[in-house]
């Protein structure tokens, strides 16, 4: 089994940056691909970034392209997620997401991976 164990929300002024990570442990597949999604207040929960096992492959949702950087420590078995620019618009509850391999047509899609942390707030106030 792999856990995932997300950190670094909290409460930060719009305009200001933070860094989340995701702590991977357990039995992890070598190449287990990695995704931040997140879930704004009285919304559905909606794709933020994905990143393969090697980081060749990054892909963002378009709401947080040029803001965000997805990226991973394989010593560390740790995936984070850089946001600069944050806005009220990007408060909500992120939650880190894994799955066996990249899939480079779907890596959007919530379904498709498997395994998911217990997810870390975020507030970004006006």
């Known amino acids: 089994q792999v856990q995932l164990a997300e950190s670094g929300g909290g409460l930060v002024q719009a305009g200001t940056s933070l860094r989340l990570s995701c702590a991977v442990s357990g039995r992890a597949p070598t190449n287990i691909a990695m995704a931040w999604f997140r879930r704004a207040p009285g919304k559905d929960r909606e794709f933020v970034a994905a990143i393969n096992w090697s980081s060749v492959f990054r892909n963002y949702a378009d709401s947080v392209k040029g803001r965000f950087t997805i990226s991973r420590d394989s010593a560390k078995n740790t995936a984070y997620l850089e946001m600069n620019s944050l806005g009220p618009d990007d408060t909500g509850d992120y939650y880190c997401?894994?799955?066996?391999?990249?899939?480079?047509?779907?890596?959007?899609?919530?379904?498709?991976?498997?395994?998911w942390g217990q997810g870390t707030q975020v507030t970004v106030a006006s």
């Open positions: 997401a894994a799955r066996t391999g990249y899939s480079v047509s779907c890596y959007y899609r919530e379904a498709l991976y498997e395994y």
